[in-house]
Every structure is written in C-alpha cells, then in structure tokens.
C-alpha cells in the first residue's frame, strides 16, 4: 500500500491547484485531509471507490472538486478560487476496507492509510 501525495506549492488567491494522490495497490474510498499551522487535521473532501458519492466540508464546498483516474490509480483535488486560509499540509488517506462502493467516510478514525504531506500556500 502506497500514497504518494503531490501538486502543492505556492499560489496567489483566487489561483487554482490541482493535488494528486497516487494510490498504488488500492480499491478503497480516498479522501483529503488538511492541517493548517497551529490547528488540528481536519477533512476536506473524499469519493468512495466506485467514485458515485463525494462529500466536501463547507469551507471548501463548491470551490474544490474530488476525482479519480483509475487507470492512473490516481485521485486528483482540484481547487479553485483559493484563499488564504486553504494554506495548510494537504494529505491523502485510503479509508477501511468496505463491501460497500459507496463507503465515503469524514472521520480521520475510518482511514487505513496516510500518505506525506503536500504543502499548500496561499497569499493574499
């Protein structure tokens, strides 16, 4: 099992990103967390792994778009009209296993598998 999280760097606000996870050897739901200096992890945005249910906090719904490539193996977080307070450490996380392909878990304790780090920095 390998995660390998990329695509971070340093933006102006309003810019656009796009994250890539690369999830080798899994068929699972993958999800995005953040953790902004000084605060806790916290959810993002997460599709299951028949890629049919998403969910997306409210800071970030609307703005980001979660996807998966999986020919590539590969989940993308598309983030548009940044802002300031998107600066954080992005990371990719491969949930528990589930009989159900519609499995889209929030919560960081339904997660098998971290990836490192992307950093993300946005000035205003």
């Known amino acids: 099992v390998q995660l390998q999280a990329s695509g971070g760097g340093l933006a102006q606000a309003g810019d656009s990103l796009r994250l890539s996870c690369i999830a080798f050897?899994?068929?699972?739901?993958i999800g995005w967390f953040r953790q902004a200096p000084g605060r806790e992890r916290e959810f993002v945005a997460v599709?299951?792994?028949?890629?049919?249910?998403?969910s997306y906090s409210d800071s970030v719904k609307g703005r980001f778009t979660i996807s998966r490539d999986n020919a590539e193996s590969t989940v993308f977080l598309q983030m548009n009209n940044l802002k300031p307070e998107d600066t954080a450490v992005y990371y990719c996380?491969?949930?528990?296993?589930?009989?159900?392909?519609?499995?889209?878990?929030?919560?960081?304790?339904?997660?098998?598998?971290w990836g490192q780090g992307t950093l993300v920095t946005i000035s205003s």
């Open positions: 599709l299951s792994r028949g890629g049919g249910r998403t």
């Open positions: 050897g899994l068929n699972r739901a």
């Open positions: 996380a491969a949930a528990n296993p589930s009989a159900s392909s519609a499995y889209a878990p929030v919560q960081q304790t339904s997660y098998a598998y």
